[in-house]
């Protein structure tokens, strides 16, 4: 049997740059014919999508804020102030 | 019972999702997949989300116009939006939770100021966040903290210690195998699309956070933000190679992170 050209070992390295689209045209077609016959990487690619997925803003935004990094109320009203002067000039 | 083992109709389904993308993170919506298959798998074949990287959208617009307009709740809403994600990112080129504060509120400030001559010719977003790191970058360097990428020379990042995405005893070490999967992630630990849970938010970003500097801000900026890769190598004044290192080994964290949470029971709501 031919040794096939990219092993799960190479996928794992390269499914980011598969995800950015800058894997040339002949390492894309090897990663995505390795997806078609091999269970295991497909569900890794799967996963590191979802993990992309699930760290974007609009889904975590509430989280981030609850982190205990939201603004101080100090911080919020001299902002606030801030910009009620730069509205306030004729 | 979840069948273990994806059909090619499915795969297929997934790549042709990223054969049309072109450079730079967008995806295309898929539709769920209609066959008998396709509720084994619904995870595979769900509707996956269009991420865009232009940002310039009539939301971003709106905002834009609110704050010249002097809309107070536009512009609270922001404060209360980006300032976790900002005092984040000001932690790494600072010194103390204090400095990251006045970072950020330096950074505000610079957005007020700038707001009326702001020419949109990058995202709003990444200008706001231009101004954060030449700020935290300044204020770093006045209290001689090292930055993220002080302890990084451009070829320690692309040649240098080899960090396996993944644990590499999961792979077959030796024989006609070698290099395939000794114990493969399971479709079992695949998250339900849109049905994390509430913990995993968290979980991930917890995750995010525990990487290393240079890494957390890149994943932090390209992921959670969704700034491109050109955006963030200019602003971070880093090679595009350097950050696709970086992404790459951050990624395959918090990918392991997700792992682990769906081995542990999480995700099913």
């Known amino acids: ?90 | 019972m979840r069948p273990e083992f994806v059909t090619t109709q499915i795969v297929s389904l997934i790549l042709l999702t990223n054969a049309r993308s072109d450079s730079g993170s967008s995806w295309a919506h898929v539709s769920p997949a209609t066959n008998e298959h396709a509720a084994g798998h619904r995870v595979l074949g769900a509707t996956l989300p269009t991420l865009t990287t232009d940002l310039r959208t009539p939301d971003e617009q709106q905002v834009i116009a609110a704050l010249r307009a002097g809309d107070e709740l536009a512009f609270a809403t922001l404060v209360d939006q980006y300032t976790p994600s900002m005092l984040r990112v000001a932690r790494m080129y600072v010194a103390t939770k204090e400095a990251a504060e006045d970072v950020v509120q330096e950074t505000w400030l610079g957005v007020i100021r700038g707001i009326e001559a702001f020419e949109g010719r990058s995202t709003l977003k990444t200008w706001m966040f231009r101004i954060l790191v030449n700020r935290a970058q300044t204020r770093g360097e006045r209290d001689s903290r090292t930055t993220p990428f002080s302890s990084l020379s451009t070829s320690s990042v692309d040649a240098g210690e080899h960090e396996p995405a993944v644990d590499p005893s999961r792979f077959v070490e030796n024989g006609r195998w070698t290099g395939w999967w000794s114990q493969p992630p399971s479709a079992k630990h695949l998250p339900e699309a849109h049905v994390l849970g509430a913990e995993s938010g968290t979980l991930l970003l917890a995750a995010v956070d525990a990487l290393p500097d240079s890494q957390k801000i890149v994943i932090t900026l390209r992921d959670i933000h969704g700034l491109t890769s050109e955006e963030v190598c200019d602003l971070l004044r880093i090679s595009e190679v350097n950050q696709r290192v970086l992404l790459h080994r951050a990624r395959a964290k918090v990918r392991g992170a997700l792992e682990d949470y769906m081995n542990d029971g999480g995700g099913n709501a």
């Open chain 1, 1 to 90: 049997m031919r040794k096939p050209d990219m092993r799960c070992t190479d996928l794992v390295e390269e499914v980011s740059d598969w995800l950015e689209g800058g894997l040339s045209d002949d390492r894309r077609q090897l990663l995505e014919e390795h997806v078609s016959f091999c269970p295991g990487c497909c569900v890794y690619l799967e996963q590191t999508r979802a993990a992309v997925h699930a760290i974007s803003f609009d889904i975590v935004a509430d989280d981030l804020a609850a982190g205990g990094d939201a603004p101080s109320p100090a911080m919020r009203s001299a902002l606030l102030e801030a910009f009620r002067a730069s509205h306030s000039i004729d």
